[in-house]
């Protein structure tokens, strides 16, 4: 199966500081990746399709200006929380989708990171 | 818009089966996911459906009847690391796009 890794695993900020996220596709080459949030107890909630070379597409009631993503290349997507708050705190996880041999279209997720805004 | 339900939670014993339900409502169907996610892990992929009938991978095989609207994940001869969140996601008509049910917490017990 294909390896998306995810770093950092966790992170502690400050209120009011900016956090980098970043996801790789170890072994294939992802022209989209996703980023998910995570509160507890809750399923995944799909925040922003980014695919490579263009600007991501958000979902509703996620601001794009706060959560900014760069999809740089076909290996690196990046997430960054910008002027996080405490109510940021969530388990961000990433996805990259993989075309195995045409035909089974699968989403492999990244370990995530869980992010605490203090 | 599409909505997808399954158990919020199942008990289990070591060495036995169990069936996690999945009942779906969608505008376009384009395949069926479920997903395994440990607590405080990301999902790990376990199995994919597009077409009607039983796709079966070791311990677990998962079904799907599309006219139904209608899917389950079937785990043999469980494990106590088989204790997890099953989660049941679909693809909509022409989309890549997941979207998660809320998931089964599964326990399993000795």
């Known amino acids: 199966g294909a390896v998306v890794s995810q770093h950092p695993s966790r992170v502690i900020c400050k209120s009011g500081t900016s956090v980098k996220i970043e996801c790789r596709s170890l072994?294939?080459?992802?022209?989209?990746m996703f980023w998910y949030r995570q509160f507890p107890k809750q399923s995944l909630m799909l925040m922003a399709t980014s695919n490579e070379g263009s600007k991501a597409t958000y979902e509703q009631g996620v601001e794009k200006d706060k959560f900014l993503i760069n999809h740089a290349s076909l290996t690196l997507s990046t997430l960054t929380v910008t002027s996080a708050h405490p109510e940021d705190s969530s388990f961000y996880i990433c996805s990259a989708r993989w075309l195995e041999g045409g035909f089974t279209d699968t989403q492999y997720f990244g370990p995530g990171t869980r992010l605490t805004v203090l | 818009g599409q909505n997808i339900d399954q158990p919020t939670e199942m008990t289990a014993t070591e060495g036995a089966i169990v069936q996690i339900n999945c009942t779906y409502q969608?505008?376009?169907?384009?395949?069926l996911f479920w997903y395994q996610q440990h607590a405080g892990e990301a999902p790990t992929f376990l199995s994919y459906?597009?077409?009607?009938g039983l796709e079966e991978k070791g311990r677990f095989s998962s079904f799907l009847s599309r006219s139904k609207g209608y899917s389950y994940l079937l785990l043999k001869e469980l494990q106590m690391k088989d204790s997890a969140s099953y989660l049941c996601?679909?693809?909509?008509?022409?989309?890549?796009?997941?979207?998660f049910g809320k998931g089964t917490k599964l326990s399993v017990i000795p």
């Open positions: 072994d294939f080459q992802a022209t989209t």
């Open positions: 969608t505008s376009g169907f384009n395949g």
């Open positions: 996601a679909l693809t909509g008509a022409g989309s890549y796009q997941l979207t």
């Open positions: 459906n597009v077409l009607d």
